[in-house]
């Protein structure tokens, strides 16, 4: 009998494109799963069993292995640097984290930026040689150069719509970002044959999805 592989979800935004895909994928798992207060979905008839979470959180339920994989952006895995495997980009909710400022910004002796990614903020300017404090936000970052907390911020644009609503302009493109699978290590191991028939379901969803 195959064993029941444990899906870490990210509640929010990518639920609803990364559950599309597993339809797609012929995974029949339901729409709504994330409207409801329940936290962990147990869907025998399919061998699985989702643990509903935190999109931030999600590489640390599969680092850990309680779940056995996860669905989680690139912008998380960059920023968290949990030990798991990436299986596959999953080619979802795809946007791109920026450096954004008013459109007055210059250069100035001291820097602060905001950002929701302060270890992915710290080691870009690092590396580019700027020195520049870096302010953790939990939300709303493009508050911070409005009101004076920071003169640039490093978030996510998607459409450009926030930026636009409240005067701010785009620097720099920093990293594409879209959504990933990924795995716990000792899970690869020991429930292989079931979680690469999932990945591989899900890459067959994708490359029909791009013709
Ligand atoms: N416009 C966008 N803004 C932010 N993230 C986006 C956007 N579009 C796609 N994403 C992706 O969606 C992921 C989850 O976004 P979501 O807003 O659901 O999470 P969150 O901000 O951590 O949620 P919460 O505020 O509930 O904690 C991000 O990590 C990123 O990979
Ligand atoms: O380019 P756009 O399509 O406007 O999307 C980008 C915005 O969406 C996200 O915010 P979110 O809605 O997650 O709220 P938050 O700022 O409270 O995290 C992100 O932090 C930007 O503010």
């Known amino acids: 009998m195959s ?12 639920y ?41 959180d999600v590489p640390t339920y599969v680092e850990y292995g309680v779940a056995d994989i996860g669905i989680v952006g690139k912008d998380v895995l960059m920023e968290e640097s949990r030990d798991v495997y990436e299986l596959l980009d999953l080619g979802i909710a795809r ?13 100035g002796i001291h820097q602060r930026v905001a950002t929701k990614y302060p270890n992915v ?3 870009y300017f690092r590396e580019r040689g700027q020195q520049v404090e870096v302010i953790k936000l939990n939300g709303s970052i493009e508050l ?19 930026l636009r609503e ?6 720099e493109s920093m990293f594409e970002i879209t959504s990933r699978l990924v795995a716990n290590r000792v899970s690869y191991r020991m429930k ?5 028939a999932v990945c591989d379901a899900l890459a067959k969803a994708i490359t029909a999805k791009n013709v």
């Open 166 to 171: 409240n005067g701010l302009v785009e620097l």
């Open 95 to 107: 946007c791109r984290m920026s450096v954004i400022a008013l459109p007055a910004w210059k250069p």
């Open 121 to 123: 903020a710290s080691q």
């Open 3 to 14: 064993e029941i592989i444990k899906v870490a979800m990210p509640k929010g935004r990518i």
């Open 192 to 196: 292989n044959a079931e979680i690469q």
């Open 144 to 162: 911070a150069p409005l009101i004076g907390l920071a003169d640039r911020i490093v978030d996510m644009v998607e459409t450009g719509q926030t």
């Open 16 to 56: 609803k494109k990364a559950s599309a895909l597993f339809r797609e994928a012929g995974i029949q798992i339901p729409t709504d799963v994330d409207e409801s207060r329940k936290l962990v979905v147990p869907l025998p008839e399919i061998g699985m069993e989702f643990i509903l979470a935190k999109p931030v």
